[in-house]
């Protein structure tokens, strides 16, 4: 009976009126957002005091696969460091496009996926491009007890150009146990409802998920202190604060905006501000590797 009644509720011409009432203007405020987002980032930012160092890598970045900024950002990365072998692993892709690396996919780049779930399987599986090795996957939720099996499973080079790790509640415990890899980059996300000045890191459970809440992940300084004991200092972080940028240690000097501290790069958390502008994101076409340029190491 509740049903019926629920049903002949949803019906009336006036409640479908003010539902459409309600969804045009919350387009219009998603559109609104998006354009002050959008006039910030590509118009303002470059003339703020904190952003205008062509150092930083913000000033650079664009969205093509990405959730944020980060395809723009990685390639500014390597056009200062240059790439070797153009090799990268992630670790927590989602549906497979959009995430930190399916743009590299369209590059030319050739890569290992690791995700839980196997929801992106579907969108690579039927590609004829991303076969003959482009592209090597696994199914399997990653923990710090697995992590290096499954890389060498994978086959994973010990010198990748990238490391994107992005696994919610234990980001931290996977970098902490690569250290046998020596990628030129890692990306990494980080917690940034944290302060800057904070070390913190979520308790170790091995089948231990994000409940939602902001316990999980570590804050930047945490993973400022890793990335030196690993080798790497942090050179950046998206605008959105979500994820993190860390070079090795022998390739960053004069390249990047100094201190490699947590204090000089931290960005809070501005998920408010998350868009995509255009169609839904999807992987492009692979280019031949050696039709690709835009990436070797500028003087």
Known sequence: MLKKITEFYRQLPIVRELRHIRETLWNIQNSLEAGRVIKLVEFELQNHPRYSDPLRLLRYQFQVCSQNGEDGMLREIF???????????????????Q??????????????????????????????DLSAGALKYLVRF???????????????????????LDIDQNTYYLWESLGAYRPRVVLIEYNATLPADL????????????????NYGASL???????????YSLVGC??????AFFVRNDLVAGKFAEPFTAENHYEPLRTSMLHRRGHPPGILDR???????GDKAQP
């Open 79 to 97: 056009r200062r460091i240059g790439t070797t072998n153009r090799v990268f692993a992630e670790v927590g892709v989602g549906e497979g496009r």
């Open 99 to 128: 995430n930190n690396t399916a743009f590299l996919l369209s590059q030319g780049w050739s890569g290992f996926w690791i995700e839980g779930d196997d929801k992106f399987v579907a969108n690579v599986a039927h590609r004829k």
């Open 142 to 164: 990653a923990t710090r007890e697995n992590i290096a099996a499954l890389f060498e499973e994978l086959g994973v080079p010990k010198e990748p150009d990238l490391i994107s």
């Open 199 to 214: 070390d913190w890191k979520v308790s170790y459970q091995a089948d231990r998920t994000w409940d939602g809440t902001q």
């Open 221 to 231: 300084k945490a993973y400022e202190s890793l990335g030196r004991q690993l080798g």
């Open 238 to 243: 998206d605008f959105i604060g979500v994820n």
């Open 287 to 293: 280019m031949e590797p050696e039709r690709v340029r």
